[in-house]
């Protein structure tokens, strides 16, 4: 008898379990939903990698047949950004977290990038992507991604910075105690403590990128345009030629498509991450998704899975062994003159950066064009500051109120993040129509677009602070009979306050960076501008005027570091002093 007919023969334990293993209903039904997914996603892949010429040989037209190909084109750059942004996140919030030289560094970065607004990135990246794949549609759609990712980005990022920093002294003190590596300790306390914060803003930030879908797909930068397939072209398209259908159908198929994804991901993650909430008593109310439900009851896709698991506990096996960590008492100092020489290569590597900014922009501009573009940044300021304060004091409490009940939170989820994803320009012609009819001024009545879409990060943090009050801590104040303005004060503020900040932070960065879109608005041939930084850059990005471009940017960027530093920062450093759970 040959060996392999042997009975005798031990087989692999994979295949041991593969043929012990017989596959259910819900592998069947898994496997139809992950099937039509991946079909979707090659589907929408082909144009891709298509020449350049194809996008002038199919230009976008507004016929209703095609836009469910738009919004699949759509939906994966948004994914490709939301990945990548995710692995941005873990690699630098985490870095920003541990080391306070990286933190120097990285958190002001931060707060500097998420002022520039997606126009400024378009400005300098279209070309740039273009020259890596010429002739190639490639080009053009990693220049769209990544601006669809300056959107989502920075928000992931400050959330899961301030998770960990907000990480509890005794459960600091037990990794210490166990002397864990780097590498564990991220897997087994960080990422954790981390995910349902950031599962929460994952959702905003994809929806954020809705909010700028149109800039990231009808990309004009001078002489440049480039207008690829998807559902923010169609609408640039729809508002251009006044189009109501066809804009009605634009936002009809998003709404589709968010409740989709929803579904399908989103929520599903949602119900999983639900259990790594820090919390010492069991809550009694806790996310459902039924796909989450159905993958857990599948036979066959966790050993189909099986390697993917097991790839973290070979990494962390890989590992060298990690000596106790030293006390506090024996812990070296750090050096003095090497921190001097890190804070002198820090200073000096910034004053570089800002003399050759001021030099190409001095070399084209006056002193008058810089007193012009701070006392536009002035106006701009203002209206950033009321509509924070307004947003803040009507959001607050409903996100509150959403945290503390999943069931609520389940069936407003997809809701929110249809609010949140919808793009300004849909409400162009109102404002416009409106302004106009009753002459009134757009100094005033343009600024409410620019918290329409930013408002949203306030309300995602707000549910997620909420979310993550343990449940213990509201059992105690219901004992004790705390109600009122009382477990305002000393229960849901101080919960939430951490989250509300990055929240708030975000929401103000972001609200710069809609001035953009909000400021300077066109239905057909109106043309409405208020008085601001962001109609500022606006008319220099259409009309290709690379200084004024950079100077805006350079302002608008050292008016919302200014202000992060001298206001959101010192709350940060409050949060993480007096309200920390622990």
């Known amino acids: 008898m040959s060996p392999d007919k042997n009975p005798a023969r031990p087989l692999p334990a994979f295949s041991r379990m593969l043929r012990l293993t017989k596959p259910n209903r819900e592998d069947g039904i898994a496997f139809v939903i992950l099937g039509s997914i991946a079909l979707l996603f090659f589907r929408g892949a082909e144009g891709v990698i298509a020449p350049l010429s194809t996008l002038h040989l199919e230009p976008v037209t507004l016929d209703p047949a095609y836009l469910p190909y738009y919004a699949l ?31 120097q560094i990285i958190v002001p970065a931060l707060d500097i990038l998420q002022s520039v607004p997606i126009l400024g990135f378009l400005t300098f990246t279209v070309t740039f992507f273009m020259g890596l794949f010429p002739g190639n549609v490639l080009g053009v759609e990693l220049a769209a991604i990544f601006a669809i990712f300056t959107s989502q980005a920075w928000n992931m990022a400050f959330s899961f910075y301030q998770s960990l920093r907000s990480i509890p002294a005794d459960l600091e003190e037990v990794t210490r105690s166990f002397a864990l590596s780097p590498l564990r300790r991220f897997f087994r306390l960080e990422l954790p403590f981390g995910t349902p914060a950031l599962v929460w803003n994952a959702m905003m930030s994809m929806s954020g990128g809705w909010f700028f879908v149109v800039a990231s797909e009808a990309i004009t930068v001078g ?20 189009n109501f259908g066809a804009i009605g159908l634009a936002v009809a198929m998003m709404a589709l498509v968010i409740v989709a994804y929803d579904q399908l991901f989103f929520r599903p993650i949602v119900a999983w991450a639900d259990r790594f909430r820090f919390e010492q ?7 459902r998704s039924w796909v989450y439900d159905l993958l857990r009851r599948t036979r066959l896709l966790p050993l189909i899975l099986a390697p993917f698991n097991g790839l973290i506990d070979l990494l962390l096996a890989l590992e060298p062994r990690r000596r106790r960590a030293p006390t506090d008492r024996t812990a070296r100092k750090p ?24 030099h190409f922009i001095l070399s084209s501009l006056g002193l008058a064009d810089i007193a012009l573009a701070f006392g536009l940044a002035c106006l701009t300021m203002v209206r950033v500051i009321v509509l924070i304060a307004l947003a803040s004091l009507v959001w607050v409490p409903i996100g509150v109120w959403i945290g503390l009940n999943p069931v609520w939170a389940e069936r407003l989820q997809p809701v929110a993040q249809f609010l949140a994803a919808f793009p300004a320009n849909v409400l162009f012609p109102v404002f416009v129509v409106v302004i106009v009819h009753w002459h009134l001024s757009p100094d005033i009545w343009l600024s409410p677009l620019m918290i329409l879409g930013t408002q949203w990060y306030i309300l995602f943090n707000v549910i997620a602070g909420a979310s993550a009050i343990p449940t213990d801590l509201r059992e105690a104040a219901r004992m004790f009979g705390v109600k009122r303005w009382q477990w305002w004060r000393q229960v849901a503020l101080p919960g939430v306050f951490p989250y509300f900040v990055t929240g708030a932070l975000t929401a103000s960065g ?6 953009i879109v909000a400021e300077a608005v066109t239905w057909g041939d109106r043309h409405l501008a208020a008085h601001g930084l962001g109609s500022y850059i606006a008319a220099a990005t259409t009309a290709g005027d690379y200084p004024r471009v950079a100077l805006g940017i350079g302002v608008m960027s050292l008016f919302v570091l200014s202000f992060n530093r001298l206001v959101w920062r010192p709350l940060y450093a409050y949060a993480e002093r007096r309200l920390r759970l622990s």
Do not use: H
């Open 510 to 515: 972001g609200s710069w960076n809609a001035s």
């Open 73 to 103: 084109r759509t939906v994966i750059r948004m994914f490709a950004a939301l990945l990548a942004s995710t692995v941005f996140t873990l690699v630098v919030a985490t870095l920003a977290a541990r080391s306070r030289r990286a933190g």
């Open 223 to 242: 002489n440049t345009t480039v207008t690829l397939p998807g559902i923010g072209s169609w609408l640039a398209i729809a508002i251009q030629n006044k």
């Open 281 to 287: 008593t069991a809550s009694g109310d806790r996310p």
């Open 335 to 358: 050096n003095q003159w090497f921190e001097r020489m890190w804070q002198a290569a820090v200073l000096g590597a910034v004053c570089w950066m800002i003399w050759l900014s001021g």
